[in-house]
């Protein structure tokens, strides 16, 4: 049984399981509480994870981090959101990019907007809010021409750039006011079977 460790706060442990809701993959989901210090958190957690971060798999012996190279085993596992094999070069292309780009931003922003608005400089604020006016440009200009982001359909570059967008209004971007591709994109991911928000999905006792 695939095994899921992960938190509803975390952006990136939600591209996992969202994964696996969509994909219907079954697995075994382990609320880790990331509040408590490394080293403190759940046993099981802290023997199977690489770096002590969610999310963090287990699967068939193999425990594996770092939500793209998790969304990456999963889709050529299952095969489900891999997209078809001449888009897949663009696939990672795009996990890539969300790494060093959407996947920065955002989700600095949003911690210290919404968990630790003292905790950082105002220029660090700044530069962070300039990165993300940038990459949310890109994604606008990307999503006005298509549905999704690589070919026809929904494939995991869709899951991993749009997991921490959701929650875009706490990082201090109104979507649909300004950019409006991406707010319709989000809802087309809210729209596919199985789709739940991370404070449902991600939350302590979730059912498989």
């Not at 068939?60 to 969304?71: E, M, T, W």
């Not at 220029?123 to 298509?146: F, H, P």
Request: aromatic fraction near 10%; hydrophobic fraction near 45%; charge should be neutral.
């Amino acid at each position: 049984m695939l095994v899921v460790y992960g938190h509803p706060t975390s952006g990136h442990s939600y591209k996992a399981r969202l994964y696996c809701a969509l994909a219907k993959v079954p697995h075994e989901y382990r609320f880790t509480d990331i509040s408590k210090p490394r080293g403190e958190r759940r046993a099981d957690f802290e023997r199977d994870s690489p770096y002590g971060e969610v999310p963090t798999i287990v699967d068939d012996g193999l425990a594996l981090a770092q939500s793209n190279a998790i969304l990456l085993h999963l889709a050529g596992k299952h095969g489900a959101f891999a997209g078809a094999p001449a888009e897949r070069p663009r696939v990672s292309q795009w996990l890539c990019w969300e790494m060093n780009r959407v996947g920065l931003s955002v989700p600095n922003l949003r911690y210290y907007r919404r968990f630790a608005p003292t905790a950082v400089a105002p220029e660090v604020l700044a530069w962070l809010e300039q990165r993300a006016l940038k990459d949310l440009a890109v994604l606008e200009r990307e999503l006005g021409a298509r549905d999704w982001i690589v070919g026809s359909g929904p494939t995991i570059a869709d899951l991993s750039l749009a997991a921490y967008l959701f929650w875009a209004a706490e990082a201090g971007f109104d979507l649909p006011a300004r950019w409006p591709a991406v707010a319709a994109w989000l809802d087309r991911i809210r729209a596919l079977p199985g789709w739940q928000p991370a404070e449902r999905l991600m939350a302590e006792g979730a059912a498989p």
